[in-house]
């Protein structure tokens, strides 16, 4: 069985994760306070910023399609209302590096990382803040209008969990799976991407969503309310606010698994990543048919996100073959899927851990910054040129 025509498969990456020297960001500022440990601090990243045309030639060397990558709002507007011409020029310059080289772009307008500035005025919460992003939102619209996929913000509705997570943190409350989303969080978060929509369409951008981290849901004994419950706060009053989108982004590596008492850690004996989620390459499979289905089926969905932090490559290709296995089926249940973009194109500074998990289809030197594909990345490769899943 093949993968539709033009069916994307390709690889993706984060600013603030990968270009390195992020300076002007709330991230940055936050990861250089004094007696942050060096370890946690992004630095230099994989220098993606200087490297981005060679990371692309490897990108077709191996037979990717597909290229995500964000523009990074605190190098755009380095400074409240004043918008750097030259980083707007840079990023046009990626997306017409992608399009030379025969590669879709898919291009995500937030990707987590703020400026400072607006970190320092309150952040979302604060007066004005939609408002804000919308104008940063408008001045990049031109660089987009023909970029096939563009994202709005990457996982809004985990936006709105990070609060809870601080919160748990400083008042020392151990973090056991997806907390819900901060209630006062939710309603920025999607007015943020309302707004996007609107200055996106305004400027002629021709497709345009959001993505959303989802999970495969588990009710254990007992735990089916509290299941309920969750999915409806974290993922379905998200996929509501995609009405008149163009486009689901969905991203998901993992179960969440459900008691009467709320989540509930992976068992002892399951396989776990790096990170401590379970091996479950499912997880998508059964995100995008609820994405699919709760949405009716009014708009097709992208695989923005997948893949696992190990050190053992081959689990990787294991993971990732079963997950396209599973998408292979669910198009031919009828879902419009059009493509699997996997996390991550280069190992990284992650978000949950610094450099440590390993999520990349290409090992990177830190000291050198070389390259080194992993067997993951040629398989997947073979799997794009192909259009099919390959041995």
């Known amino acids: 069985m093949t993968f539709p025509t033009e069916f994307l498969v390709g690889a993706a990456t984060a600013a603030h994760q990968n270009e390195g020297n992020n300076v002007n960001s709330g991230h940055w500022y936050q990861e250089n306070l004094p ?33 995500r ?20 020029a840079h990023y046009r310059a990626m997306i017409e590096g992608c399009f030379a080289r025969g590669v879709t772009p898919v291009v995500t307008v937030l990707h987590f990382s703020l400026p400072q500035w607006f970190e320092a005025r309150g952040g979302w919460l604060a007066e004005g803040a939609v408002e804000l992003f919308e104008r ?29 997570f ?26 943020a991407h309302r707004a996007a929509v609107r200055a ?34 974290a993922e379905d009053q998200f996929l509501d606010a995609t009405e008149g989108d163009d486009f689901v982004g969905v991203q998901a590596y993992t179960n969440l698994r459900f008691g009467p008492e709320g989540v509930l850690p992976p068992a002892e004996d399951a396989e776990k990543t790096i990170v401590g989620w379970e091996f479950w390459p499912n997880a998508v499979v059964t995100a995008v048919r609820h994405a699919w289905e709760y949405t009716g089926g009014r708009m097709p969905v992208l695989v923005t996100e997948n893949g696992i932090a190990t050190a053992d490559d081959s689990r990787r290709i294991a993971y990732t073959r079963a997950a396209l296995t599973g998408l292979e089926g669910l198009i031919a249940e009828g879902v419009d899927l059009r493509g699997y973009v996997h996390w991550t194109y280069m190992d990284n500074f992650e978000w949950m851990g610094a450099f440590g998990p390993t999520f990349g289809l290409v090992a990177v030197d830190r000291e050198t910054f070389v390259r080194t594909p992993k067997p993951s990345a040629r398989w997947l490769g073979r799997v794009a040129a192909a259009n099919a899943i390959v041995d």
């Open 69 to 88: 990558f964000s523009l990074e709002w605190s190098r755009i507007e380095p400074s409240e209302g004043f918008f750097s011409r030259a980083e707007i």
């Open 136 to 164: 940063y939102v408008a001045a990049v619209a031109p660089i987009l209008t023909d970029v096939p996929w563009v994202v709005t913000i990457n996982e809004p509705n985990l936006m709105a969990i990070v609060p809870v």
């Open 200 to 233: 996106l369409r305004a400027g002629g951008v021709p497709r345009v969503g959001l993505s959303l981290a989802m999970h495969d849901f588990i009710a254990e004994p007992g735990g089916e309310a509290a299941l309920q419950a969750h999915r409806a706060a």
């Open 35 to 67: 007696g942050r440990p060096a370890e946690l601090r992004s630095g230099d990243a994989v220098d993606m910023y200087h490297r981005w045309e060679a990371d692309l030639d490897l990108l077709v060397e191996l037979g990717l399609n597909t290229f």
């Open 166 to 191: 601080e919160k748990m943190i400083a008042a020392g409350i151990p973090i056991r799976g997806l907390p819900m989303p901060d209630p006062e969080y939710v309603p920025s978060a999607i007015a």
